[in-house]
Structures are given as C-alpha cells and as structure tokens.
C-alpha cells in the first residue's frame, strides 16, 4: 500500500448527484464525474487490511486492494489490467452495482468503508479517455462455433470470454440492440446507453457477431442452433412478471413495470410510441406497488414524466438504516436503501397491502389499502403477516406501476422446444458445469439464477463461459470466477 495511513487522513467522499431541479427535467446520467484527484485519494482509503473481504463479498472476485493501491500511485494501466482480469464490464458495475464490496470492507466496520465502485468507476473511464480499451481479437481461432442466446450481462460476458479463448461466437438477440435489461430495463439516468454501445463496438471489431432482432425459437428454430453450433448457451434472462391478481386487476392505467420502464427507455432513445400505446405519466397521481430498485426506477421515470404525484408501497416492514443481527458483517444486509429516484420526492410507504382496484367507467382511480405487521408465532422462523384491525385506508391513482418482482424465464418458445430442465422455481436447471439436461445446452444468468443482479449475470456468464471452454477444447484456461 501506497499510504497506510490513507484511511486516517481521507474520509469518504460519495459521489455527487447533479440538482435535483436539473436532473429531473432530463434522463441524463445522474452523477458528476469525480476529478483524477479526488479518485486517487478516495483510492489511498483502501488500508491493506490483509484479508480483503471486499474480494469476497463482490461476485466477481474484483482485485480490489490491488487496483486501489495502483490507482492511488497513478499507475492507471496497471490498474486497468487487473480490472480486466475479473470483469468483462466494469463501466457498468462502476454505474449500478449495489456494491456488495463495500458491505464487507474491513474499513466500514469502525468507519465509512472505500468507495470501491465509483474507482472500479474512475478505473475504466481513465482508460476509455485514455484510449487504452481497444479491440483485442484472439491470435488464433478454434474453429468452434457457439451460440449465446440473449444479450444481457450474462450473454455478454460469456461472448466476450468465449471469443477471447478463440471461439467463434454469435450472440442471437430478440430485441433490435443488445444490453437486455441495461438497455430496456435500467433508465438512462443511471446508465446511459453509449455506455453499452462503447463496449459492443470493442467486441464486434473482436469477432463477436451480434444477430439482433432474432427471437429463437420464434424467428429460428431452436433445433437449427444444435445442428448449426458445438454448443449453444442459454442467457434469456428472466422475465415473467409476478402480478397482483386481486380484484380491478382489469382496469387500464394497471401496467408492469418492464412495460413502463421498456417504453420509457425506447422513448428516451427516440423511438416513437404509437398515441394511445403510450404509458405516460405526465400529470398523474401514479402509485408503484414494489420496494425494491425496479420500484425505484419506475419512481425516477415517473417524476421525469411529469407526474402530479408519486407514491411507493411495499408489503414488507421498513428495513433497518444500519445493521441488525440479522445480518452480521460481512454479508451483504437487507438495509433501507435510498436511492438517487427517492431523493427526488414522493412518499414511501411501507408495510402496505393492497387488496384491490377501485376505478371508474374502467379507468383506476384507486387502491383500497391495509396496514399489515408481521409476528413471529408459534416458533416458526418466519413472521407471518396480518392485517392491522380498523387500518383500512385509500390512495388516489391515475396509474400504477407493478414492481412486485418476477417469476422465472420463459417456458414457451425457446426453453420449451430444446425440452431442457426446470429447477423447484421455473429457472433453468444446470449441472455443476452450467450445462441443461440437454447435451451442449449451458444456461447463465437470471435464466438459470432468477431475477438477480447484473453483477451476478457477469459471473454467471464467465462461469459458464470456462465451462463450455472446457466442455469443447478438454480444459480451459479461462477463469472460473
Ligand atoms: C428495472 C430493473 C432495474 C434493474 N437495476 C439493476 C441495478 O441497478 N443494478 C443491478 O445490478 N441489477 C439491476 N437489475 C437486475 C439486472 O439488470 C439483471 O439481473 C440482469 O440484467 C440479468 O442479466 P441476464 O443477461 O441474465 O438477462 P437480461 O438482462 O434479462 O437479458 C436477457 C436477454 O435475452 C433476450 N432473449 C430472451 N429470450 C430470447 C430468445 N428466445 N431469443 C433471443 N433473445 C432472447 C432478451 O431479449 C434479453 O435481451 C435490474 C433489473 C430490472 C428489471
Ligand atoms: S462489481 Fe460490484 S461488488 Fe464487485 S467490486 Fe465492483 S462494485 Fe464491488
């Protein structure tokens, strides 16, 4: 380490978020960038505590001690270098991982832990402005050929690893551009989609090819793909709604929040939505029913959209603001979190359930609420929920927003003509080696994890990646983390 006492003389310095006046008039990226200075003694923080944690606690095993102490000497290169060992797209984990990391930083037990994802951050954007990300293809070929299906971070990742080990990969897409959720899912408030372009573009010019708007096993058989490929690997991702089946369920201005957050996006990029198809939320009372980060972005949307107000409800009981005992250091905790769509405005409402629709000539108008807490009883683990007596009450709405999670991949179409296994949830089943019950399937990411995070999709898809390597050469010198 550059500076042992790094940590004693430098606090912590989150990133800065533009006004908030600003920001909601546009869908640009939320924060500021940080200066090379501030990155560099943020860096000096990190205080060689021996056993780093933080490499546990982040799914791709990221050499954080070892890029923060070269950053904190300014030896960028060799940062970058350690960066791309781990991570196929750190500029998008430097954007929206919840930074798993910084829960198990030794530093955060006495004191703010490092901010490691705004240097993962700092890292990779020095070497973009530096021009030090340029397309490496493979010096040799194998000449195997695999096909990814799905071009979310798992596909992605496991491409990217696939043609960096010298096979021929092409990567099928439904949709007419890659990134999955990053794209159609995620707002351009946090994630910017030149930010994905950037990167594809590096990889094309490697040797991926991307077919998109190709839906298989709609478009093209999925039995094509194992005649055409030595193997084929299944990253679609995992898109079924969980919905709200109470009654008014039928009303209009009920959407799920893919379809809300989808159109949004398509909207931003400038794509044209036909009048009437249009969800809007331009001078509404909109209600999002979800907690969790989708919630939270359908919260930043609606604000952006002009909304006349915005309310979120979850089921569950309001997190803790800092660790309990259920959630003992190092692991990742369950705590309130707050996000940059939060700070600008709304309510949140938690321990709400909603037991229907109200509308009027077939319009929502609004939700007929109760208050739940939640008791443990009888010795069982798990606190059952009941309704608070007398605590019925209404929220007004124009639209709601379902952002109550989903239940697994697809079965039709592709899933189901390959005819590969099921897990005890609807995910699909892998061995070990990531491979389906069919032979020369593999699956990776939300398909086969359920609804996760981006940085478990990469992990997914690099693990996969070694696996297929292997599955086709005998061994494989790809990571497998
Ligand atoms: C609204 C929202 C916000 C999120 N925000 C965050 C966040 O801030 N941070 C974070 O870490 N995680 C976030 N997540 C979770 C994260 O985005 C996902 O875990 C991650 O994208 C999963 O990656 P994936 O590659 O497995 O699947 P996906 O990203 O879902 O990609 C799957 C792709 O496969 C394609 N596909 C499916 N079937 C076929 C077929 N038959 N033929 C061709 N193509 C097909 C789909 O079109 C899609 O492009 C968010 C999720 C949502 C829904
Ligand atoms: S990918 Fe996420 S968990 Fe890993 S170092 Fe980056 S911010 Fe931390």
Same mark, same amino acid.
């Given at each position: 380490m550059g500076d042992q006492k790094g940590f004693l003389k430098v606090s912590r310095q989150d990133g800065r978020y533009r006004d908030v006046w600003e920001r909601v008039?546009?869908?640009?990226?939320v924060a500021k960038p940080r200066s090379e200075k501030q990155s560099r003694e943020q860096a000096s $923080?990190?205080? %060689? /505590? #021996? !056993?780093?944690f933080c490499h546990w606690g982040c799914p791709i095993g990221n050499y954080i001690p070892e890029w923060n102490d070269h950053m904190f000497r300014g030896n960028w290169e060799a940062a970058l270098a350690l960066l791309e060992e781990t991570n196929n797209f750190p500029e998008i984990t430097g954007r929206? /991982?919840?930074?798993?990391c910084e829960y198990a930083c030794?530093?955060?037990?006495n004191d703010d832990a490092v901010t490691i994802r705004e240097n993962e951050l700092a890292i990779v954007e020095s070497a973009f402005r530096g021009g030090l990300l340029r397309p490496r293809a493979p010096?040799? $070929?194998?000449g195997k050929r695999v096909a990814v299906v799905g071009s979310g971070p798992a596909g992605l990742s496991c491409a990217a690893q696939l043609n960096r080990a010298g096979h021929n990969v092409t990567v099928f897409e439904r %949709? %007419?551009?890659?990134?999955g959720i990053l794209r159609y899912g995620v707002p351009d408030f946090k994630l910017e989609k030149d930010i994905i372009d950037r990167r594809v573009e590096i990889w094309k010019k490697e040797g991926v090819v991307f077919k998109t708007g190709v839906n298989v096993?709609?478009?093209?058989?999925?039995?094509k793909l194992l005649e055409d490929f030595d193997a084929v690997v299944l990253a679609?991702? #995992?898109?079924?709604p969980r919905d709200?089946?109470?009654?008014?369920?039928?009303?209009?201005g009920i959407h799920f929040a893919m379809d809300y957050l989808c159109q949004a996006n398509r909207t931003a990029a400038g794509e044209k939505v036909p009048a009437g198809k249009m969800i809007d939320a331009k001078g509404k009372k909109v209600v999002v029913i979800g907690g969790g980060d989708t919630g939270s972005d359908c919260v930043g949307t609606a604000h952006r959209q002009g909304a006349s107000c915005v309310v979120q409800i979850e089921v569950l009981p309001k997190p803790a603001e800092c660790r309990t005992e259920d959630y003992p250091w190092p692991g990742y905790p369950l705590l309130l979190k707050t996000t940059s769509s939060h700070e600008e405005g709304g309510e949140r409402r938690w321990a709400v359930l909603t037991k229907r629709f109200i509308g009027e000539k077939g319009c929502i108008k609004r939700l007929s609420c109760v208050k739940v807490a939640f008791e443990k009883a009888g010795g069982s683990a798990c606190p059952a929920m009941k309704e608070v007596p007398d605590s019925a009450f209404e929220i007004e709405a124009d639209l709601v927003i379902l952002a109550v999670g989903f239940l697994h991949p697809?079965?039709?179409?592709l899933v189901a003509d390959l005819g590969v296994g099921l897990d005890e949830r609807g995910n699909v089943k892998t061995d070990a080696a990531y491979? !389906? #019950?069919?032979?020369k399937v593999f699956s990776a990411g939300d398909m086969r994890r359920?609804?996760?995070l981006a940085v478990w999709a990469i992990s997914e898809g690099r693990r996969a990646a070694h696996c297929v390597d292997k599955y086709l050469m005998g061994e494989s010198t790809l990571p497998f983390m």
């Amino acid at each position: 380490m550059g500076d042992q006492k790094g940590f004693l003389k430098v606090s912590r310095q989150d990133g800065r978020y533009r006004d908030v006046w600003e920001r909601v008039s546009d869908f640009k990226y939320v924060a500021k960038p940080r200066s090379e200075k501030q990155s560099r003694e943020q860096a000096s $923080r990190c205080m %060689d /505590c #021996s !056993t780093p944690f933080c490499h546990w606690g982040c799914p791709i095993g990221n050499y954080i001690p070892e890029w923060n102490d070269h950053m904190f000497r300014g030896n960028w290169e060799a940062a970058l270098a350690l960066l791309e060992e781990t991570n196929n797209f750190p500029e998008i984990t430097g954007r929206i /991982c919840p930074a798993l990391c910084e829960y198990a930083c030794v530093l955060g037990l006495n004191d703010d832990a490092v901010t490691i994802r705004e240097n993962e951050l700092a890292i990779v954007e020095s070497a973009f402005r530096g021009g030090l990300l340029r397309p490496r293809a493979p010096a040799e $070929r194998t000449g195997k050929r695999v096909a990814v299906v799905g071009s979310g971070p798992a596909g992605l990742s496991c491409a990217a690893q696939l043609n960096r080990a010298g096979h021929n990969v092409t990567v099928f897409e439904r %949709d %007419d551009k890659p990134g999955g959720i990053l794209r159609y899912g995620v707002p351009d408030f946090k994630l910017e989609k030149d930010i994905i372009d950037r990167r594809v573009e590096i990889w094309k010019k490697e040797g991926v090819v991307f077919k998109t708007g190709v839906n298989v096993g709609a478009d093209l058989p999925a039995e094509k793909l194992l005649e055409d490929f030595d193997a084929v690997v299944l990253a679609g991702g #995992s898109r079924v709604p969980r919905d709200l089946k109470i009654e008014g369920r039928e009303l209009k201005g009920i959407h799920f929040a893919m379809d809300y957050l989808c159109q949004a996006n398509r909207t931003a990029a400038g794509e044209k939505v036909p009048a009437g198809k249009m969800i809007d939320a331009k001078g509404k009372k909109v209600v999002v029913i979800g907690g969790g980060d989708t919630g939270s972005d359908c919260v930043g949307t609606a604000h952006r959209q002009g909304a006349s107000c915005v309310v979120q409800i979850e089921v569950l009981p309001k997190p803790a603001e800092c660790r309990t005992e259920d959630y003992p250091w190092p692991g990742y905790p369950l705590l309130l979190k707050t996000t940059s769509s939060h700070e600008e405005g709304g309510e949140r409402r938690w321990a709400v359930l909603t037991k229907r629709f109200i509308g009027e000539k077939g319009c929502i108008k609004r939700l007929s609420c109760v208050k739940v807490a939640f008791e443990k009883a009888g010795g069982s683990a798990c606190p059952a929920m009941k309704e608070v007596p007398d605590s019925a009450f209404e929220i007004e709405a124009d639209l709601v927003i379902l952002a109550v999670g989903f239940l697994h991949p697809e079965h039709s179409g592709l899933v189901a003509d390959l005819g590969v296994g099921l897990d005890e949830r609807g995910n699909v089943k892998t061995d070990a080696a990531y491979m !389906t #019950s069919a032979k020369k399937v593999f699956s990776a990411g939300d398909m086969r994890r359920g609804q996760s995070l981006a940085v478990w999709a990469i992990s997914e898809g690099r693990r996969a990646a070694h696996c297929v390597d292997k599955y086709l050469m005998g061994e494989s010198t790809l990571p497998f983390m």
